[in-house]
């Protein structure tokens, strides 16, 4: 148990569904983060949230929609995705600042599937 | 840029042999580095970690890395591996560019043999 818990775990959705990813962290940590885990490629960043504010954007497509309502939950809305987008998608908190910059934690992920 | 290399994709070891896990980074000036362990299905557990001062850092679950800033490596090694080992591990480094960017290698894979 690492304090970051994603719900739902599992999602399957099809290319015209909308759904959403919820993160939430338990360590009073002021930065968000949500990651892209395909098979055979490297950990993708996608969004990046300190106190709130987003930080950063990898060029990620607009049918990806963060939302960061307070410095604990993180959500991640769905829409008109195509199959490429099945992976493993990884929510992730640091204290941002010293002494300890950088050290993420990470939540299980939710495996999502797109038919 | 930044940039991680993990030059295996998969290493297999007997149970009880010692293991060793390469990790090559880039980076101007004294980098944050990471080591994660990944198990099927699970998000990443943060192994190990160097920010300064001793090179030899120990970790979690018995694990240790070595900061050699002449190879620019940061290679993880355990004395005796146990079949709960067998995962995939990721090295990561960070510094510069946007405040909390981790930059991850591509992993390897550890399989144990009984």
């Known amino acids: 148990e690492t304090g970051v818990t994603q719900t739902p775990r599992h999602l399957v959705m099809g290319m015209t569904n909308k759904k959403s990813l919820k993160c939430e962290q338990h360590?009073?940590?002021?930065?968000m983060y949500w990651y892209k885990q395909s098979a055979k490629k490297p950990l993708e960043l996608m969004f990046v949230y300190n106190f709130k504010e987003q930080t950063e954007n990898n060029s990620v497509p607009s049918r990806f929609s963060p939302e960061c309502p307070n410095s604990s939950h993180l959500f991640l809305h769905l829409h008109t995705l195509q199959p490429e987008d099945s992976a493993l998608y990884l929510c992730?908190?640091?204290?941002?600042?010293?002494?300890?910059?950088?050290?993420?934690?990470f939540g299980p992920g939710t495996r999502l599937t797109v038919t | 840029a930044q940039s991680v290399t993990q030059p295996d994709i998969h290493i297999t070891v007997s149970e009880g042999a010692s293991l060793e896990l390469r990790c090559n980074y880039s980076?101007?000036?004294?980098?944050?580095l990471f080591w994660y362990v990944q198990s099927p299905g699970q998000g990443l557990q943060l192994l190990l970690k160097y920010f300064s001062g001793d090179t030899l850092v120990q970790g979690i679950k018995g694990f240790e890395a070595e900061f050699k800033r002449s190879q620019s490596s940061f290679n993880l090694r355990k004395p005796s591996v146990h079949w709960s080992d067998a995962a995939e591990y990721f090295c990561a480094v960070a510094g510069g560019g946007s405040q909390g960017n981790l930059i991850f290698g591509k992993g390897t894979k550890l399989s144990v043999k009984p």
């Open positions: 980076y101007g000036a004294t980098p944050y």
């Open positions: 992730a908190s640091s204290q941002e600042g010293l002494p300890r910059p950088y050290e993420q934690y």
């Open positions: 360590l009073g940590h002021n930065a």
